[in-house]
Every structure is written in C-alpha cells, then in structure tokens.
C-alpha cells in the first residue's frame, strides 16, 4: 500500500479475486479508491469466501469511501457495482 500511495494513476484500485482470507486489517487507511471483489472458481464451481471476511473488508472500504464493484461469481444479498468518479483529463 505504501508503493501504491506514490504511483501517480487516475485510480488506485485493488483486485481481491478470490477473496480467500481476512484482508480488511491489511486494507486500513489505504489509498484505494476501487475494489473489486469475487469468489474462487474452479470451471463451473465457485468457493464463497466466509461472510465475515467479505463484511469486514466492505466495513474498512465503507469507512474510507472506496468504491466497491462485485464479480458476478460472488454470493452476496446487497449487490454492489460501484465504480469511482474519475475525470480523465484532469487526471493526466
């Protein structure tokens, strides 16, 4: 996370695909301002990561503001596709 706060991009953003492990601790006071989170597949078959790792990485992105898109693999009752505001031009 310190690399990623010195890189100058449009957006800084984190694909946790598969979600496999509590990462939220990881996650805290993170300059991201995307994420994109799934399941493991396997083919066919998706593993679901356990709930409480998938509340506690969307509380510490919540509470940051970060944006949160959600891969069609993963199993979740509030669906989220959120993508941050970026102004191109500005940005370069």
């Not at 006071?29 to 593993?47: E, F, H, R």
């Not at 898109?69 to 370069?92: H, S, T, Y």
């Amino acid at each position: 996370m310190e690399v990623l706060e010195t890189i100058e991009v449009p957006v800084r953003w984190m694909s946790i695909e598969p979600l496999s492990f509590d990462i939220a601790p990881l996650l805290e006071d993170s300059p991201l301002q995307w994420a994109v989170i799934g399941a493991a597949t396997n083919g066919a078959k998706a593993y679901q990561p356990q709930a409480e790792w998938v509340e506690n990485v969307l509380r510490v992105l919540d509470s940051q503001g970060t944006k949160v898109f959600f891969k069609g693999n993963l199993e979740w009752d509030e669906w989220r596709e959120e993508f941050p505001e970026v102004n191109l031009v500005e940005a370069w």
